[in-house]
């Protein structure tokens, strides 16, 4: 497993519970990796730092899963085929759906797939007027990879045309933004929808639905997400069926007929309007952060079979199946985050909340200094409760929460509450 955040730690503790999986070796892993889970004994857990080619090579894994966009977009698992490995991740090729939002809409125009209208400016001679042939004011997204920043949703044309002119000047994300699309906005909730593929065959997991903002009630700055919950009770059987349909389909059948069959984790970022349209506003190339701590808790079934048949093409599509259960994962973020996180803050607590039934802490930004366990991240943990009801789940992750302590911490205390009543009024 190629990754380090809490997605990897959630990811890796699902393998070493599937009965396919022998062993997990994670590269570079992190602190809560590092504390090896008795429950599974024998089966073990290792964090190896080096070059995830080398290490895949040296420990002669049987399959690599790797995490994050950015060794995907790089290439990463082009060059571990290219070593003999089994890889569950797209190639660099494929992994454009995520590395270029300019190829992505272009692809999704091609392919029928519904998304908001958009415009892509590679000059700045182009862009007054791009910006102009918009009702009101365009959602300014940075072409390239800028682990979620390179979004601006302006409210007015000044603000829009302020952002885009950063962004194509190179001052704001180098090379990423000097290719910019201008999009529509689009209202409504959004959800995050995952397929796990074999570049032909696909297995939808449960429906999720992160919290950007950093505060209650959706105020405060965007972040990498501050808590999750799944199964969404907005998508409904009949929803997720025309996501199948309207989505899923069209895209990995023009993957495969454009020569670049996906082969991993699809994850479609969705717009469900107030007439229940689906809108396609990105997709990424892998797991979700915080979307798949819950996503895992909420399914049954062999992940290890299920990745390993993904990666060789030969997936079975009843290797996952939903299970009846709902999960609540919120995010323990340090303070000054997303500014400025403070890091080195002790950290306490974590075995007594681990100690609730069916809660598990999944660690992002920590590091161990001498006996303690302390932050060193933006968010630094993710603290995960499943359950029968989605009220339980929420409940329990909420007292897990009450138990963990380090300084300056920040949470939201809604994460979740509004998933019934959504915001489709
Ligand atoms: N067309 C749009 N209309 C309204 N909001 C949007 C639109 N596109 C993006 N957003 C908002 O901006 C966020 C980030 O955009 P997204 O395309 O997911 O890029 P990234 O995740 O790479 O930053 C979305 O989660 C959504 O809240
Ligand atoms: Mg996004």
New binding site residues.
């Given amino acids: 497993m190629v990754g380090s955040g809490g997605r990897e730690h959630a990811l890796a503790l699902r393998l070493l519970a599937s009965e396919s999986v022998g062993e997990v070796v994670v590269t570079p892993g992190n602190a809560g990796m590092r504390m090896a889970p008795q429950r599974f004994a024998p089966k073990v857990l290792r964090s190896v730092a080096g070059n995830p080619v080398e290490v895949a090579v040296h420990e002669a894994v049987d399959l690599v899963v790797i995490g994050p966009e950015v060794p995907l977009c790089a290439g990463l698992a082009d060059e571990l085929a290219a070593r003999g490995l089994t890889v569950f991740g797209p190639t660099r090729a494929a992994a454009q759906l995520?590395g270029s939002?300019a190829f992505m809409k272009d692809f999704a125009v091609r392919h029928g797939i519904r998304t908001?209208r958009h415009e892509v400016v590679r000059a700045s001679g182009e862009l007054e007027q791009a910006v102009q042939r918009f009702g009101e004011a365009?959602?300014v997204?940075?072409d390239g990879?800028?682990?979620?920043?390179?979004?601006v949703?302006a409210e007015s044309a000044s603000e829009a045309l302020d952002a885009a002119r950063g962004m194509l000047s190179g001052e704001a994300f180098g090379d990423a933004g000097k290719t910019l699309v201008l999009?529509?906005?689009?209202?409504?909730a959004?959800l995050s929808l995952h397929a796990l593929s074999d570049g032909e065959r696909f297995v939808l997991l449960p429906a999720a639905q992160?919290h950007?903002r950093l505060l209650d009630g959706d105020r405060g700055p965007?972040t990498g997400g501050m808590g999750t919950h799944a199964p969404a009770p907005l998508a409904t059987p009949e929803l997720v069926e025309r996501a199948r349909r309207e989505i899923f389909e069209p895209a990995l059948r023009g993957m495969a007929a454009e020569g670049n069959p996906f082969r991993g984790a699809l994850f479609a970022?969705l717009?469900v309007t107030p007439a229940r349209e689906l809108?396609l506003?990105?997709f990424?190339v892998r797991f979700g952060d915080p979307e798949t701590q819950v996503m895992l808790a909420t399914i049954d079934g062999d992940l290890g079979d299920a990745l390993d048949g993904a990666a060789r093409g030969a997936l079975d599509p009843a290797a996952l199946a939903p299970a009846a259960r709902h999960a609540v994962c919120i995010v323990l973020a340090a303070h000054g985050y997303p500014e400025k996180p403070r890091t080195g803050d002790a950290i306490s607590g974590l075995d007594a909340a681990e100690a609730l039934e069916d809660v598990s802490v999944l660690h992002a930004g920590t590091a161990v200094s001498g006996d303690a366990i302390v932050t060193a991240g933006g968010r630094v943990l993710g603290v995960r409760a499943s359950a029968p009801t989605l009220t339980d789940a929420r409940e329990r992750a909420y007292a897990a929460v009450g138990r963990i302590q380090f300084d300056g911490v920040q949470f939201r205390r809604d994460i979740a509450a509004r998933a019934f009543g959504e915001i489709l009024s």
């Fill in positions: 995520e939002k908001a365009p959602v997204k940075a990879l800028c682990a979620g920043k390179g979004v949703v999009e529509e906005r689009v209202e409504g959004e992160d950007k965007n970022g717009m809108v506003l990105e990424n």
